[in-house]
Each structure stands twice: as C-alpha cells, then as structure tokens.
C-alpha cells in the first residue's frame, strides 16, 4: 500500500555494489528501513547524498506490515541544512545523534510529537551561531519526555543527587553507583529547565562536568530502555567537543 509520510533520516549502509538500505524515522510509520536498489549506479535517479543522517525528506513509500524491508517510490529533501555537513562539529553530533534515535526508537510506536520535536531540533541545530555544546545534552533530556523517562523535577537542597536507575533527585547517593555526584546532578537540573540551543551560552558549565554528563546520561537510555546499544560513534563526538 503506497503512504505518504515526513522522514529523518539515520542512517545508511551499502547492500551489494549498487544499492544501499536506509534507515529512516517516519512521523506516520516509526523507524523504517528501506532498500535501495541500483542508487549507487552512475545513471540511478537518485543520488546517495540524499540519505545523510538528519536529512529532513518527504517520501512516498509502498509499506507492507512486517515487512523487514520497504520500497521508496518518491523521495525529495524538505529542507535545506547547509551548515549539518559544512561544520564538523554538527555533523559529529548528527551522527551520534542519529545513532542514539535508532536505538531509542527501535522497539517504539510512531509518535508524531516525538517526530516532529526531532526535526525542529535539527534545523535549530543547523542554523545555530553560538555555543553548542550543550545540544545534545539538552537534546537528550528532552527526548526522554517522549520515550517515557523524564528526569524527575524534584531536585532541592536536600535533593540533591541524580539517580539514573529511579530517575529522580534523592538526599543521598546510591551505593550501587548509579547516582550522579552534586554537580552534575545540579548542572542536570538547570539544563533540563532552560529552552533549546538559544540558552546555550547562559549556563556556563564546567568543563569536567560537560564531560561527565553526557556518558551518564547514555547510561540513563541504556538502564530505560531494553537493548539499548553501546554509542559507537561517542568517541568521536567526545574528542570533537572536548
């Protein structure tokens, strides 16, 4: 049955000398993969380049229930993001991103809401000027909201270590190492209040604790959702920004 839907894409692979399967975020259908055949053929109407993580696309697709693999009928670019492949820094977090929302959504339900917070974090990351490197950070966050693992709010000055397991603020620290020392745990809380990308350069965080964030909050995803996989691409993200 042919459909209509938005797409981000994730991520590619080559399957044979000429095709390449997709994996693509649908806003109608959830995390799809799709093949494509003969695209890498000098005379294929498609070009590769289309299918970089975080390309916002609109796409007809034919799409059977259970099916491992779709069909891409049509497919166009909806958006322009000039700066994702231009600047090392957001492709990097393009990446890992893109890693991350393929673990998160793999065992989830389309959510439209979820979709739709996720393209206009990517075009805000795309047009951004100022400090980002906190983005993903926050990006993380407030993806949490949609999958159903929100931070608790109830951080106070006696609350005041992060246990990644409860997910809330407690007065002391878990002995089985899964709280948060006080400054992340402070630092965690504030990002959580402020709006995306623009506040970026308000929090001035330290840099040790920037460093300590974000592992753990991969720690987070990985003690909320099942079979949530090691970040491949954390390394290269962690050596570009720190």
């Given at each position: 049955?042919?459909?209509?839907?938005?797409?981000?894409?994730?991520?590619?692979?080559?399957?044979?000398?000429?095709?390449?399967?997709?994996?693509?975020?649908?806003?109608q259908?959830?995390?799809?993969?799709?093949?494509?055949?003969?695209?890498?053929?000098?005379?294929?109407?498609?070009?590769?380049?289309?299918?970089?993580?975080?390309?916002?696309?609109?796409?007809?697709?034919y799409?059977?229930?259970?099916?491992g693999?779709?069909?891409?009928?049509?497919?166009?670019?909806?958006?322009?993001?000039?700066?994702?492949?231009?600047?090392i820094?957001?492709?990097?977090?393009?990446?890992?991103?893109?890693?991350?929302?393929?673990?998160?959504?793999?065992?989830?339900?389309?959510?439209?809401?979820?979709?739709?917070?996720?393209?206009?974090?990517?075009?805000?990351?795309d047009?951004?000027?100022k400090?980002?490197?906190?983005?993903?950070?926050?990006?993380l966050?407030?993806?949490?909201?949609?999958?159903?693992?929100?931070?608790?709010?109830?951080?106070?000055?006696?609350?005041?270590?992060?246990?990644?397991?409860?997910?809330?603020?407690?007065?002391?620290?878990?002995?089985?190492?899964?709280?948060?020392?006080?400054?992340?745990?402070?630092?965690?809380?504030?990002?959580?209040?402020?709006?995306?990308?623009?506040?970026?350069?308000?929090?001035?965080?330290?840099?040790?604790?920037?460093?300590?964030?974000?592992?753990?909050?991969?720690?987070?995803y990985?003690?909320h959702?099942?079979?949530?996989?090691?970040?491949?691409?954390?390394?290269?993200?962690?050596?570009?920004?720190?």
């Open positions: 049955m042919l459909h209509s839907t938005q797409g981000i894409v994730l991520h590619g692979f080559k399957y044979s000398d000429t095709s390449l399967i997709v994996r693509i975020l649908t806003r259908m959830g995390l799809q993969a799709y093949l494509i055949p003969g695209i890498r053929k000098s005379k294929s109407r498609l070009k590769a380049n289309i299918f970089q993580p975080f390309h916002l696309v609109e796409m007809v697709v799409h059977k229930e259970r099916s693999l779709q069909r891409i009928k049509e497919i166009r670019l909806t958006q322009n993001l000039p700066y994702l492949s231009a600047d820094r957001k492709t990097s977090l393009a990446i890992f991103l893109s890693e991350v929302l393929l673990n998160a959504f793999k065992h989830q339900e389309p959510q439209a809401d979820a979709f739709d917070f996720i393209a206009n974090s990517i075009v805000e990351l047009a951004a000027e400090n980002i490197s906190l983005f993903h950070i926050r990006f966050i407030q993806l949490s909201r949609f999958l159903g693992f929100s931070p608790g709010e109830n951080y106070s000055a006696t609350n005041q270590y992060f246990n990644l397991r409860e997910g809330i603020y407690q007065a002391t620290r878990d002995i089985g190492g899964y709280s948060l020392e006080k400054d992340p745990s402070y630092y965690l809380y504030q990002i959580s209040l402020k709006k995306p990308t623009k506040d970026d350069e308000i929090i001035n965080i330290p840099q040790s604790v920037k460093k300590t964030l974000l592992p753990r909050l991969i720690d987070y990985r003690l959702l099942e079979g949530f996989r090691e970040i491949k691409s954390y390394p290269i993200l962690d050596a570009v920004f720190h």
